[in-house]
Nanobody, 121 residues
Framework: QVQLEESGGGLVQPGGSLRVSCEAS????????VGWFRQAVGKEREFVAA????????YYADSVKGRFTISRDNVKNTAYLQMNNLKPEDTAVYYC??????????????WGQGTQVTVSS
């Protein structure tokens, strides 16, 4: 089992920045990546970003490339998602996860409780 605890999120104006964190515990060695998905009201959950615990290789959805940066601190077992130049369409519940590749995209075996990010003036 892997436990994922998120922190951060909140309300920010368009163009602003926000950071969310995710602390992983449990059998983290059984999952090579950590990252985030998000789900807006009325939409399906979608992949946002992921990072490899060992190599630091990063992966991003096209919609956030150049604006979001994912990083990790292996000592603290914590990952961070720095979100810059936020847009109203980034409004969603952000879920920390253990992303793995599929033939059509990404999936996750474990999920955090989710944290709300709202971008609005």
């Amino acid at each position: 089992q892997v436990q994922l605890e998120e922190s951060g999120g909140g309300l920010v104006q368009p163009g602003g920045s926000l950071r969310v964190s995710c602390e992983a515990s449990g059998r983290t060695f059984s999952n090579p990546r950590v990252g985030w998905f998000r789900q807006a009201v009325g939409k399906e959950r979608e992949f946002v970003a992921a990072i490899s615990w060992n190599s630091g290789t990063t992966y991003y959805a096209d919609s956030v490339k150049g604006r979001f940066t994912i990083s990790r601190d292996n000592v603290k077992n914590t990952a961070y998602l720095q979100m810059n130049n936020l847009k109203p369409e980034d409004t969603a519940v952000y879920y920390c996860a253990t992303p793995s590749r599929t033939p059509t995209g990404w999936r996750s075996d474990y999920w955090g409780q989710g944290t709300q990010v709202t971008v609005s003036s």
